[in-house]
């Protein structure tokens, strides 16, 4: 029988639940007679999505628009300092009174942002809500106690992944089989304990699954090996055409992968 070999990653659940606020009156009239509702964005958190709930009566949905601006490092709105994020100012009416997401705007805590609607023009104001989710680059270093390694870890999208293979267990030749005899075992590239280190561990299927059905497998406590749903979860954040690509490792990342 073929021995499959696997590098290893494991996965932290990390999910971020939107925190969603909403606004059933604006809060004054601008300059343009356009009714308006501010929203400082909470510290620490991004401003991921948002919602106008609005009607205008002797006009079509799509014959309105509305305004989202973003005000960059206050709390207060500056008409000299503002760029205009979204504007319905369109006939498809599948934008309006729906969740629009504006992730890739960038909006961070250290702002405030706008949304503007033309009730000078007949439009009524029924609702605005906005939704935000924590800004988080890395989980934390992880630590593991069974041999005192540690490995980087990145969060991606509102999950938690190793950012290096797993190189735990105890060396042994590429053709041996691993076995289930209570030693986690280990290949290494080469048979070279030093490629172990570069690239991690080398396991078999059974195992990395530590000869189970546990979801832990050889993974650290409180980290898991990602289910097929996980991996989806992944695929869907980063495109599922562009998913391989952003996930590589370059030459820049670590030389000695060069």
Same mark, same amino acid.
């Given at each position: 029988?073929?021995?499959?070999?696997?590098?290893?990653?494991?996965?932290?659940?990390?999910? @971020?639940?939107?925190?969603?606020?909403?606004?059933?009156?604006?809060?004054?009239?601008?300059?343009?007679? &356009?009714?308006?509702?501010?929203?400082?964005?909470?510290?620490?958190?991004?401003? #991921?999505?948002?919602?106008?709930?609005?009607?205008?009566?002797?006009?079509?949905?799509?014959?309105?628009? +509305?305004?989202?601006?973003?005000?960059?490092?206050?709390?207060?709105?500056?008409?000299?300092?503002?760029?205009?994020?979204?504007?319905?100012?369109?006939?498809?009416?599948?934008?309006?009174?729906? +969740?629009?997401?504006?992730?890739?705007?960038?909006?961070?805590?250290?702002?405030?942002?706008?949304?503007? %609607?033309?009730?000078?023009?007949?439009?009524?104001?029924?609702?605005?809500? @906005?939704?935000?989710?924590?800004?988080?680059?890395?989980?934390?270093? %992880? @630590?593991?106690?069974?041999?005192?390694?540690?490995?980087?870890?990145?969060?991606?999208?509102?999950?938690? &992944?190793?950012?290096?293979?797993?190189?735990?267990?105890?060396?042994?030749?590429?053709?041996?089989?691993?076995?289930?005899?209570?030693?986690?075992?280990?290949?290494?590239?080469?048979?070279?304990?030093?490629?172990?280190?570069?690239?991690?561990?080398?396991?078999? &299927?059974?195992?990395?699954?530590?000869?189970?059905?546990?979801?832990?497998?050889?993974?650290?406590?409180?980290?898991?090996?990602?289910?097929?749903?996980?991996?989806?979860?992944?695929?869907?954040?980063?495109?599922?055409?562009?998913?391989?690509?952003?996930?590589?490792?370059?030459?820049? #990342?670590?030389?000695? +992968?060069?």
């Amino acid at each position: 029988m073929k021995k499959i070999l696997l590098s290893l990653i494991c996965f932290s659940p990390l999910c @971020f639940t939107a925190q969603t606020t909403c606004f059933n009156t604006p809060d004054g009239t601008d300059a343009s007679n &356009w009714s308006y509702k501010d929203f400082i964005i909470p510290n620490g958190y991004k401003l #991921d999505s948002v919602y106008m709930d609005a009607t205008r009566i002797g006009y079509p949905i799509s014959a309105y628009d +509305w305004e989202l601006e973003y005000c960059s490092g206050t709390s207060i709105y500056n008409p000299g300092n503002y760029i205009v994020a979204w504007n319905f100012n369109t006939i498809n009416s599948s934008l309006y009174n729906s +969740w629009i997401n504006i992730t890739s705007n960038n909006f961070t805590s250290v702002g405030m942002v706008r949304a503007s %609607l033309p009730t000078n023009a007949g439009a009524i104001w029924n609702q605005v809500c @906005f939704a935000v989710s924590p800004i988080v680059s890395n989980c934390g270093i %992880l @630590f593991d106690s069974r041999d005192g390694q540690t490995y980087q870890t990145v969060t991606i999208g509102t999950q938690c &992944w190793m950012k290096q293979n797993l190189n735990y267990g105890t060396q042994v030749s590429n053709v041996t089989v691993e076995s289930n005899n209570a030693i986690t075992e280990k290949a290494c590239y080469n048979n070279q304990v030093t490629d172990c280190n570069t690239y991690g561990g080398i396991y078999t &299927w059974d195992e990395a699954m530590n000869y189970g059905t546990n979801a832990q497998g050889i993974c650290p406590n409180g980290w898991h090996i990602p289910t097929q749903a996980e991996w989806q979860v992944l695929i869907n954040y980063l495109g599922s055409g562009n998913a391989g690509n952003q996930l590589k490792v370059t030459a820049s #990342d670590n030389p000695s +992968w060069d």
